[in-house]
């Protein structure tokens, strides 16, 4: 097979690259390991930044998002009794966010796929990218015992921070960047009217807490635990309860419980790969790099990326001009950085670190005094969670 862009990954980062390319007449093959319904049943990110909606409108799948999606122009933080709202909206000249799932936005690409006649093939077993510093480079997959071929003029790697496409690189070319913290989030999603109408990010000294959503009938909370904790250990009551206690009383009053639709650990790490080229590879969202989910710029991260790299792939194919592929990697780094710092930043400020020094605590919680007595703060935090500018 042959094609102009050979893409390694499904997920968001992939398809909507493959979908943009294509309304403009670029030809792409995307090559994803599981099925689709594996693909779908991952719940994760759920707000986006204007930038993310816009490249959604662009691909011509913001339909549904319009229709279903939730625009926020404010934000909640909660401090013990205290709850602030950041009034995003008034701190940045009028952004906003949009309140959308990820299996929701994933479900749109896919179906804009299938209606252009796009090919994404699942269960592409064994990808590798093969002779990426020549100008010709190609890609081999298993199906079955089948052995395929995609020859293609670049690789894009959008295969998360597990894929194969970052070890492609050689080791004495790549430089890693790496964050662990010391606890995870359990995320519960229960059909059950979320506790307020804006998101709620909590600081409590039993630890972190988040309220999210959505929508009016679908709600989504995290709390901060162990990262020895599994799912398993944490009974929808139990969860409930500990939730309930790290948020302002008259919030957990009004907290709706009811049986969980879906409960899972994530561990939170910063990362960062660079650069995000080699040859004729270019990497793109989680496989170059991942946040910590406070703040919401995993897949907002990702979506920069896109638009950079469509912008160059389009250079390069409409006129000729490969400035844009040559800086991809330093411009997408520049701002991947930056929402690495905010996330570091919101994660440092929110959580309990375990065995940290009374100063340390104390700090922080000057940090929070601090914001809420600076319009000046406010407004760094209103700019970074709406999204620094593409
Ligand atoms: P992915 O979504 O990881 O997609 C990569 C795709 O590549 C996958 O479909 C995978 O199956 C496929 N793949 C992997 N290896 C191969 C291979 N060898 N060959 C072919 N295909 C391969 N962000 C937030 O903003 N908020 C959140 O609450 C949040 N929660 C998260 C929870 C979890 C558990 C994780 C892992 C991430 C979370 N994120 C969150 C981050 C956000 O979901 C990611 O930033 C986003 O999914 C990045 O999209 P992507 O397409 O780059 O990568
Ligand atoms: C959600 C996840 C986040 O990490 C975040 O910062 C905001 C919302 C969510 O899943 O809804």
């Known amino acids: 097979m042959k094609t102009q862009v050979g893409i390694i990954g499904g997920g968001p980062s992939g398809l909507l690259l493959s979908q943009l390319l294509h309304r403009r007449g670029i030809d792409s093959v995307v090559l994803e390991k599981h099925t689709r319904a594996h693909v779908l049943a991952r719940i994760r990110a759920g707000v986006l930044e204007q930038g993310f909606a816009d490249l959604l409108r662009l691909a011509g799948c913001g339909d549904r998002m319009d229709r279903e999606g939730e625009v926020h122009e404010g934000v909640n933080i909660a401090h013990g009794e205290d709850l602030h709202r950041v009034d995003l909206h008034g701190l940045t000249g009028g952004r906003t966010v949009m309140v959308y799932g990820q299996t929701e936005l994933t479900r749109d690409l896919y179906e804009a796929r299938d209606a252009m006649g796009g090919v994404v093939i699942h269960e592409a077993e064994d990808v590798q990218p093969h002779d990426l510093t020549s100008d010709a480079p190609y890609l081999t997959y298993r199906q079955g015992d089948e052995l395929h071929r995609v020859e293609c003029d670049f690789v894009v790697g959008a295969d998360g921070f597990h894929g194969v496409s970052r070890k492609s690189i050689p080791a004495d070319v790549l430089t890693e960047y790496e964050k662990v913290y010391p606890f995870g989030w359990l995320g519960v999603l229960s059909r059950t009217e979320p506790v307020a109408p804006e998101l709620i990010y909590a600081r409590h000294e039993r630890g972190f807490a988040l309220c999210s959503l959505r929508s009016r009938v679908l709600s989504r909370y995290y709390i901060q635990v162990p990262l020895t904790d599994r799912p398993g250990d944490w009974s929808d009551e139990a969860f409930w309860a500990e939730l ?89 780094l520049a701002r991947i950085w930056k929402a690495q710092r905010f996330s570091w930043w919101m994660t440092s400020m929110l959580h309990v670190f375990p065995d940290s020094p009374a100063y340390d605590r104390r700090l922080q919680e000057t940090e929070l005094d601090y914001l809420f007595s600076s319009e000046a703060g406010l407004r760094s935090l209103a700019e970074n969670y709406v999204g620094l500018p593409y």
């Open 244 to 332: 309930k206690r790290r948020l302002p009383s008259d919030v957990g009053r009004r907290l709706q419980t009811g049986p969980s639709i879906e409960k899972s650990i994530a561990p939170l790490r910063s990362f960062v790969a660079e650069p995000m080229r080699y040859g004729r590879l270019f990497l793109a969202g989680d496989a170059a790099h991942i946040v910590p989910p406070t703040g919401a710029k995993g897949l907002n991260s990702a979506g920069s990326d896109i638009q950079y790299l469509y912008h160059a792939l389009l250079d390069h194919y409409e006129r000729g001009d490969d400035s844009g592929l040559d800086s991809y990697s330093q411009k997408a």
